[in-house]
């Protein structure tokens, strides 16, 4: 009995057993919040169908009836997702919501059957995914309901950045570029030009929620997209409240916290699953700049203050092709300056390209990693570099502030800021 047990636990996920015991626990898991909701079908009945597609999954690989089977129980469990939606739009059920729970049973049969087929990855993320669609319903209602019509084209021309032109490009591509030759990846570009402009929408939709309840979700959530409006920001509170310069002090703390959250990710995410290492290097650096940030900010400031911030529409095609555009322009001269001056020459262009855009200076350096062209210590220190004059130039846009103690505050604190980078550089190059 012990054997039969220990065999048991250490079955992997390719014996078939392990993977339909594993179907029917995701489907137990869609069917928990159709449950709790008490909607017509619930946790038995999700198991099963989950279950079933993984039984008939399992006949399609063995046998030859199993692949008509498997179209089968598709049509079954359609045709019971029909029979229940129509319950439902007559009302006989008592709740007219029955079409969620007609899709969601499909959705269940497709995921017992890619468990079952051995991609198991896929089959958890889509029950995972499934399944925050239902628990979030009353979110996602309000969220769209609340869209304006500026909104709702923006966030349209984001998908079609990010679902359809992406397919479109190609993997790898070499460009010439006076005598030289420099390898680049359309795609991988365009994934980050797209990462960006979605943090930039993440972050407006935070900020329009929660904008007027404290300085760290106006300060870091609003860094995330513009530090600039941050700081413009700022700087008319001041102008309002002289009183309230620490609050202001800490809030643009807080967007270089957050400018340098987002190129770390930036370096970090775009690095996993390459050939080249992870860029594990910049961790140092820029997680110093972003607790220096942070604990000033703490320290400065009371939390209790709040200040709201007005950012502009939450997507633009204008703005995303600038920024491509920008991006572009400094990978090309980053490349040409390291192949004429060395190393020094792309950190001359990164600190340069910080002024206009931390954000697109770190993604060349780290497309420049990936292809080979810097080392982890030239890819982290020119991240570094422009993720510093991104600090400078809101230190100079503070400066034209006719309040002294804000102009004061805000330069000394940059200065900690610049010498923790500094000081972390020192120790990469070490």
């Known amino acids: 009995m012990n054997e039969v047990a220990l065999q048991l636990a250490d079955a992997p996920l390719e014996e078939p057993v392990v ?24 946790i038995r009945t999700f198991s099963l ?8 999954a ?3 690989q063995e046998t030859a009836v199993g692949e008509g089977l498997l179209v089968l129980g598709g049509v079954l469990v359609i045709v019971q997702g029909v029979l229940l939606a129509v319950q439902g739009l007559l009302g006989k059920d008592g709740t007219g919501l029955s079409l969620t729970t007609s899709v969601s049973m499909l959705v269940a049969y497709g995921v017992g059957a890619l468990v079952a087929a051995g991609f198991i990855v896929e089959g958890i993320t889509v029950a995972v995914l499934s399944s925050l669609l239902l628990v979030l319903k009353r979110e996602l209602h309000e969220f769209a309901w609340g869209l304006s019509r500026e909104e709702m084209r923006s966030t349209t021309e984001f998908a079609i950045l990010a679902f359809v032109i992406y397919p479109l490009l190609p993997g790898e591509y070499v460009v010439e570029f006076f005598g030289i030759v420099i390898p680049l990846e ?18 407006y939709a935070i900020v329009s929620s929660y904008g007027g309840r404290g300085i760290a979700v106006t300060g870091f959530f609003g860094g995330l997209a513009s530090s600039t409006a941050v700081v413009g920001t700022m700087l008319d509170h001041v102008r309002q409240r002289p009183e309230a310069a620490t609050y202001a002090v800490a809030a643009i703390l807080l967007a270089n916290a957050a400018m340098a959250a987002r190129n770390l990710a930036i370096a970090v995410g775009f690095t996993i699953g390459g050939e080249t290492a992870i860029l594990l290097e910049a961790i140092v650096p820029l997680g110093a700049v972003i607790l220096i940030a942070v604990a000033v900010a703490a320290w400065s400031a009371d939390w209790g203050e709040s200040t709201p911030i007005d950012l502009e529409s939450p997507f633009s095609l204008k703005n995303a092709l600038g920024f491509g555009a920008v991006f572009l322009v400094v990978l090309l001269f980053g490349s040409l300056a390291e192949t004429w001056f060395g190393t020094l020459g792309f950190y001359v262009t990164a600190i340069a390209s910080g002024f206009v855009s931390s954000a697109g200076a770190t993604t060349s350096a780290v497309v420049l990693y990936r292809g080979g062209q810097l080392g982890p210590a030239e890819a982290t220190i020119a991240i570094l570099l422009a993720t510093v004059s991104s600090i400078v130039v809101k230190a100079m846009l503070a400066a034209t502030s006719t309040n002294h103690d804000f102009r004061n505050q805000v330069a000394t604190t940059s200065a900690l800021l610049l010498l923790g980078g500094a000081v972390a550089s020192v120790l990469i190059v070490i």
């Open 19 to 42: 993977r339909i015991a594993l179907a029917g626990a995701l489907g137990m898991f869609l069917g928990l919040e159709r449950e709790w909701s008490q909607k017509p079908a619930g």
């Open 58 to 60: 399992v006949l399609a």
């Open 186 to 203: 359309p795609q991988v570009i365009w994934l980050m030009v797209v990462a960006v402009a979605g943090i930039g929408i993440v972050n």
């Open 49 to 56: 169908i989950s279950l079933l597609g993984a039984v008939f």
